[in-house]
């Protein structure tokens, strides 16, 4: 099982606590660090859940995704945050499942069941207002910190720059890369250039930054947004694309957000929270509707949470059919549906 560090373990009481007195059901679930959309799902909906007495949960966080999912559809784990691109991936024994080979990895991925979808934010490109990068046509020669070593952070990173740019790591500009922990120390002491990195609205590692002078954040310029590679990159599995007004945000003290007709746009990393497909009914269905009831919780924890698109049910916002193979729980079809939320029929099980 995934250890529990401090904050969790401190979750995990709580709920035990109150399960002496209702009996709830006691659910274990993965999720990210701290400070993440991930994290900050998850926990909203173990508080929620507790709240309502549907289910107390053990959550383990800061857990490497790609191993969660595969634990809830090896039955050893609840419930799970989940990037659709890796429920693509093991449906096809690819990337980081190759070694489950395509018939297991098929196995294993037809296990899984969609309570609900969200985005993790955008993709930008920032730069402290006293560094030689001043927008995406600035980039080249310059030394760009595009995210972790390895992961679909860092190809996604690199590929959205390729698209708007035409700049490639390592030939037109150079790419470095740290561990996340490492990130705020890397972008404050001036190592890079500018960063291509993940965001959400607000950005805890900007936020931090912040400290160190004023930034800017570039939007994807709107000619390249509706460019056929953009367009096609977005319709790729498990992505999609993040579009709202900047009016719609608070302003930030130290940070300008740069677009040319006041519209955010960039691709989005699209996920879910995923259980086994043999979760009863009843859980489903009542976690799924915990949410909808309480998408506050959300909110008030994070106020990035506002511009996931939580619990959309509409293909192009939730990222389902097509190439990515997991379908809702029939729990949650109900739930929706109860709540005057259609369910496409591609997204059934």
Same mark, same amino acid.
């Given at each position: 099982?995934?250890?529990?560090?401090?904050?969790?373990?401190?979750?995990?009481?709580?709920?035990?606590?109150?399960?002496?007195?209702?009996?709830?059901?006691?659910?274990?679930?993965?999720?990210?660090?701290?400070?993440?959309?991930?994290?900050?799902?998850?926990?909203?909906?173990?508080?929620?859940?507790?709240?309502?007495?549907?289910?107390?949960?053990?959550?383990?966080?800061?857990?490497?995704?790609?191993?969660?999912?595969?634990?809830?559809?090896?039955?050893?784990?609840?419930?799970?945050?989940?990037?659709?691109?890796?429920?693509?991936?093991?449906? &096809?024994?690819?990337? =980081?499942?190759?070694?489950?080979?395509?018939?297991?990895?098929?196995?294993?991925?037809?296990?899984?069941?969609? #309570?609900?979808?969200?985005?993790?934010?955008?993709?930008?490109?920032?730069?402290?207002?006293?560094?030689?990068?001043?927008?995406?046509?600035?980039?080249?020669?310059?030394?760009? #910190?595009?995210?972790? !070593? &390895?992961?679909?952070?860092?190809?996604?990173?690199? +590929?959205?720059?390729?698209?708007?740019?035409?700049?490639?790591?390592?030939?037109?500009?150079?790419?470095?890369?740290?561990?996340?922990?490492?990130?705020?120390?890397?972008?404050?002491?001036?190592?890079?250039?500018?960063?291509?990195? !993940?965001?959400?609205?607000?950005?805890? &590692?900007?936020?931090?930054?912040?400290?160190?002078?004023?930034?800017?954040?570039?939007?994807?310029?709107?000619?390249?947004?509706?460019?056929?590679?953009?367009?096609?990159?977005?319709?790729? =599995?498990?992505?999609?694309?993040?579009?709202?007004?900047?009016?719609? #945000?608070?302003?930030?003290?130290?940070?300008?957000?740069?677009?040319?007709? +006041?519209?955010?746009?960039?691709?989005?990393?699209?996920?879910?929270?995923?259980?086994?497909?043999?979760?009863?009914?009843?859980?489903?269905?009542?976690?799924?509707?915990?949410?909808?009831?309480?998408?506050?919780?959300?909110?008030?924890?994070?106020?990035?949470?506002?511009?996931?698109?939580?619990?959309?049910?509409?293909?192009?916002?939730? +990222?389902?059919?097509?190439?990515?193979? #997991?379908?809702?729980? !029939?729990?949650?079809?109900?739930?929706?549906?109860?709540? +005057?939320?259609?369910?496409?029929?591609?997204?059934?099980?």
């Amino acid at each position: 099982m995934p250890t529990l560090n401090k904050f969790t373990m401190f979750a995990a009481v709580f709920g035990l606590c109150a399960s002496t007195a209702s009996a709830q059901a006691i659910l274990t679930a993965e999720t990210g660090p701290p400070g993440t959309v991930p994290f900050t799902a998850m926990t909203a909906l173990a508080e929620a859940a507790t709240a309502a007495n549907v289910a107390d949960f053990q959550v383990a966080d800061s857990q490497t995704l790609t191993n969660s999912i595969q634990n809830v559809a090896e039955g050893k784990t609840d419930v799970s945050d989940a990037p659709l691109i890796l429920t693509f991936l093991m449906s &096809r024994g690819a990337g =980081p499942y190759a070694s489950l080979g395509k018939e297991q990895g098929a196995a294993l991925a037809g296990n899984l069941r969609a #309570l609900y979808t969200m985005n993790y934010g955008g993709f930008g490109l920032y730069a402290y207002n006293s560094a030689s990068v001043k927008g995406w046509d600035t980039v080249k020669g310059k030394t760009i #910190l595009n995210g972790p !070593p &390895r992961g679909a952070a860092l190809t996604n990173s690199r +590929g959205i720059l390729t698209l708007v740019s035409g700049a490639d790591d390592g030939r037109d500009y150079k790419g470095i890369q740290v561990n996340w922990g490492q990130m705020p120390k890397t972008i404050s002491d001036g190592s890079a250039d500018g960063m291509m990195l !993940p965001v959400t609205f607000p950005d805890n &590692r900007i936020t931090r930054s912040l400290a160190a002078g004023d930034m800017t954040l570039w939007s994807i310029p709107k000619d390249a947004w509706e460019g056929e590679g953009m367009q096609k990159y977005i319709k790729s =599995p498990g992505t999609g694309g993040l579009v709202f007004e900047l009016s719609d #945000l608070q302003p930030q003290n130290g940070l300008t957000i740069v677009s040319e007709d +006041g519209i955010w746009r960039s691709p989005t990393t699209i996920a879910a929270q995923v259980v086994h497909k043999d979760m009863d009914f009843e859980t489903a269905k009542a976690l799924t509707a915990t949410m909808l009831a309480n998408k506050e919780i959300y909110y008030a924890k994070a106020k990035f949470m506002a511009t996931t698109n939580i619990g959309e049910t509409d293909v192009s916002k939730s +990222g389902l059919c097509g190439a990515v193979p #997991l379908k809702y729980h !029939p729990g949650s079809i109900a739930a929706f549906e109860e709540a +005057g939320l259609a369910v496409p029929d591609c997204a059934k099980p």
